[in-house]
């Protein structure tokens, strides 16, 4: 008989991020190691979740998309608590510390059962980036640190995201459970390759460098685009192609005319078919990745994938596993250091080093997931042997991490919009949250 795993993230279709990508793959794959799958997620208005082909049940949510960038589930529904029943869920693994965390968290109290969370994304930047409030910074990293430390066992998707959680923190113990990628080795076929970037200006033999991702300044878009000017300066010719999107598209846009480089730079905005995408990776020569953000580079490994290498920032939680040209080239966190390093490159060098980083730093979904299939064993084994670790006074811990939440929530929406947040706290009031019933 296979094994039930709830897989809870505040993101999901049809809002897609690197984490959201994390959970579809486990959900699709954990049947293969005998263990099915049940996502649980806010919901979304008017998205149809019936063509996945594991169960997904959401939970009501407010619109919180000018604060965090997506809506915030409202993490108390009695529909949830009976589905999870009924599927007889044996673990909880949970992508995110803020609701999905505190879902999880009151679900075990019903079911009695360990919850796993993993550690994806620097929260204190996101934290940062939403307040200058240092009263508020606070404590929003007293609620995601007490959420984390709730759980049964902490994974961290890379060493670094590992050291980013201690520095907000949290004094418990994790494990490293690296992230897969979900496009398989290789180059595309000429002919995907044609397809996919035909009509664009994409001279032979010019070097062809390539961004994917969300388009926002703290990816390190200054460091790439001062970069190539400097380069263009010099009359080095190449072509950049940017692939994604995010808020500061239109400022990067304007940035690189600007600099007097937009005839040199591409920008295709998001490509979700993934073999389009595997194209736009094998047409190009080099990944430019000056990202300290990121806390494992999923990018990276997909580049890898198709026999790209990467430019990294040295001690960057993406460049774990990259040792200077050999699978991939380290820079130091600023453009003449970018701009050195490319203008030294030949086409060749760029080619046999992104052979090795196809060969070194390539992980499977697959792979990865069986890792946690095993863990999670391991995590069961250990809860039905010692016990929940926060067995004293369990509902009032609960009750007090509503309030805490509560709290920083309002207080992060009065610091964004008092007009938008009497529209929210009027849809908290509909729905009950917060009642200590």
Known sequence: MNHTVCLLNDSFP??????????????????????????????????????YPYPVVRYP?????????????????????????????ELFHSHCPVMSTFMARQLREIVDVPIVFTYHTKFDIDIDNITKNRALRAACRKVLV????????????????????????????????????????????????????????????????????RMLWYKGHKITIDALSRL????????????????????????????????????????????????WYSRCDLFLFPST???????????????????????????EGVTDGVNGFLIEENPESMAACLERLSLS???TVGEHACADLYISWESAIKNAADRYEVVKERYRLEGRHHRLKPTDMIMKANGEMMEVLAKLSIHRSRKWLRSQLELLKKSGFGDSD
């Open 146 to 213: 007490n959420n984390i430390s709730a759980c049964d066992e902490v994974w961290a998707v890379s060493n670094g995201a590992g050291e980013n959680l201690r520095s907000i923190g949290y004094q418990g113990d994790y494990i490293v459970m690296h992230n897969g990628v979900d496009m398989p080795r290789g180059k595309a076929s000429p002919e995907e390759i044609q397809s996919a970037t035909a009509g664009y200006d994409l001279p032979e033999g010019v070097p062809v460098f390539l961004f994917v991702g």
């Open 293 to 319: 953000y990121d806390t494992n580079g999923l990018v990276v490994r997909e580049a890898s994938a198709c026999g790209v290498a990467s430019v990294l920032v040295e001690g960057s939680c993406a460049a």
């Open 349 to 351: 060098q760029m080619h």
């Open 14 to 51: 049809p809002l897609i991020d690197g984490v959201a990508n994390t959970v579809m793959n486990y959900a699709r794959l954990l049947p293969e190691f005998e263990h099915d799958t049940l996502v649980v997620t806010p919901s979304y208005p008017e998205y149809d979740d019936s063509p």
């Open 232 to 279: 263009a300066r010099k009359g080095v010719d190449y072509r950049m192609v940017f692939i994604g999107s995010g808020d500061n598209l239109p400022e990067i846009e304007e940035y690189v005319q600007a600099c007097q480089i937009s005839d040199r730079c591409i920008f295709t905005g998001s490509i979700h078919d993934r073999s389009v995408l595997k194209a």
């Open 61 to 89: 949510s407010i619109l919180t998309d000018k604060v965090i960038g997506y809506p915030a589930g409202i993490p108390f529904s009695p529909e949830i608590a009976r589905c999870v029943q009924q599927s007889q869920v």
